[in-house]
């Protein structure tokens, strides 16, 4: 009994390690391709996580006991949100046309649709009452949809930016702690680092672009 009680946390555990060690490969490789495979290793262990704490070790209380399919709307949320986005980022790295400007921006907009349809149905199904920070995700999702259309650089780092601290959020209530490691460091650490890196104006001063000032003549 104990053996099979502690299966789901070590499969929960390592899924996370995954997350972790694959979103550190991300950000220290120079390579795209790589960093993408890299990326969607990360996203499938997240949606796999999600998916274990949704159908399996969620099914622990009285009122869910003997139901199959239970409803925690913010891990129903994880499951689908990132299975989509696992499906895209698999989706561009074997097609890689998809990389370009306008195919980039119109699977943006088809992945945000979805993932915001998926967000609204996951509070109808099962028992749990709908929660706020199921709505996370979606908008994380809108502004890396913003950062990935912009052709703008310091525009995509504010977007990733605010896309890793708002996803850190809902990974933060949801215990999803592999991906709280990916959002932490791939996503907001890094973009800080290149912000710096680069001289990136703050956002109170748009017409700034980072350049020292000229001496008067």
Request: hydrophobic share 55%; proline share 5%.
């Amino acid at each position: 009994m104990t053996s099979v009680s502690l299966s789901p946390l070590a499969l929960i555990v390592v899924l996370q390690l995954i997350t972790a060690g694959a979103s550190i490969g991300r950000v220290a490789t120079p390579n795209y391709i790589v960093a993408r495979a890299y990326s969607t290793v990360a996203l499938g262990a997240i949606a796999a996580d999600f998916a274990i704490k949704y159908f399996w070790t969620g099914q622990a209380d009285d009122l869910t006991m003997q139901i199959v399919f239970l409803h925690r709307a913010d891990d129903l949320t994880g499951v689908l949100v990132f299975a989509v986005l696992t499906l895209r980022t698999l989706l561009i790295l074997c097609v890689g046309s998809l990389d370009r400007s306008l195919p980039r921006r119109i699977t943006c907009a088809v992945v945000f649709a979805i993932c915001l349809v998926c967000t609204i149905a996951a509070q109808y199904v099962g028992v749990y009452p709908f929660r706020l920070v199921a709505l996370l995700p979606v908008l994380a999702i809108g502004f890396g949809c913003l950062g990935e259309a912009s052709r703008d650089t310091i525009v995509r780092r504010r977007c990733v930016l605010a896309l890793g601290c708002i996803m850190g959020v809902f990974a933060f209530e949801t215990s999803a702690w592999g991906l709280l490691f990916k959002n932490l460091s791939s996503d907001a650490a890094a973009s800080v680092y290149n912000m710096v890196k680069y001289r990136d104006p703050p956002p109170w001063a748009p017409f700034s672009r980072g350049q020292p000032l000229r001496k008067a003549a």
